[in-house]
């Protein structure tokens, strides 16, 4: 069975903190994604990678930057935690050809106080 | 640039009653167009998917969607709703946009289920 794994799903941080949100997949995909979800604006994507090491600008990419090093693992970092970014965080990942099909993990809802 | 409409935020149904969730969609060209669900406390999951052919698509769950060129649409049908079926639907369209071919997802719509 196909897995994205998120490692916490309730995350609580102070305003100004550095904050890591991992996600590890298992199938071998090489896309990866990062979203946010909010109540009554749906998902929005906040970065993407489709490879080792690349990345690429979302929708919303503002106060946020990713690291992949590993083919596996696509991190998401908010360099300096601001209470607009309490939000549920939502990792996905497909395969190169078939970007529209995604795999979701269970999500991270982090509250910024 | 693509977008996603659901215009209803919340539906209610009782239990054993059908089932149409809306979807319209706007893209330039001809979409790949997909419905995802979302239970409580989980991550997203496909329900089903179109991309060309015969217009009216199989999902899990029981769960059929029609695609309609001339009303850009693609509603989500299920003809007898079980309450397992409680969670939140997203819409999404797919398709060339700025050379990736990555999803733009609607707002969603919540589904409550009556006993």
């Known amino acids: 069975d196909v897995k994205v794994t998120q490692s916490s799903r309730y995350l609580v941080k102070r305003t100004g903190e550095k904050v890591f949100l991992e996600c590890v997949q298992d199938?071998?995909?090489?896309?990866m994604f990062w979203y946010r979800q909010d109540p009554g604006l749906g998902l929005r994507l906040i970065y993407f990678?489709?490879?080792?090491?690349?990345?690429e600008k979302g929708d919303i990419p503002e106060g946020y930057s990713v690291s992949r090093e590993k083919k596996e693992r696509f991190s998401l970092i908010l360099e300096s935690a601001s209470t607009n970014q309490t939000s549920m965080y939502l990792c996905?990942?497909?395969?190169?050809?078939?970007?529209?099909?995604?795999?979701f993990g269970p999500g991270t809802r982090l509250t910024v106080t | 640039a693509q977008s996603v409409t659901q215009p209803d935020i919340h539906i209610t149904v009782s239990e054993g009653a059908s089932l149409e969730l809306r979807c319209n969609y706007s893209?330039?060209?001809?979409?790949?167009l997909f419905w995802y669900v979302q239970s409580p406390g989980q991550g997203l999951q496909l329900l089903l998917k179109?991309?060309?052919?015969?217009?009216l698509v199989q999902g899990i769950k029981g769960f059929e969607a029609e695609f309609k060129r001339s009303q850009s649409s693609f509603n989500l049908r299920k003809p007898s709703v079980h309450w397992s079926d409680a969670a939140e639907y997203f819409c999404?369209?797919?398709?060339?946009?700025?050379?990736?071919?990555?999803?733009?997802f609607g707002r969603g719509t919540s589904l409550i289920v009556h006993p």
């Open positions: 179109y991309f060309s052919g015969d217009t």
């Open positions: 893209y330039g060209a001809t979409p790949y």
């Open positions: 990678s489709y490879d080792v090491k690349m990345k």
């Open positions: 199938m071998d995909h090489e896309n």
């Open positions: 999404a369209v797919g398709g060339e946009s700025g050379g990736s071919y990555i999803p733009t």
């Open positions: 996905a990942s497909s395969t190169r050809e078939q970007v529209w099909e995604q795999y």
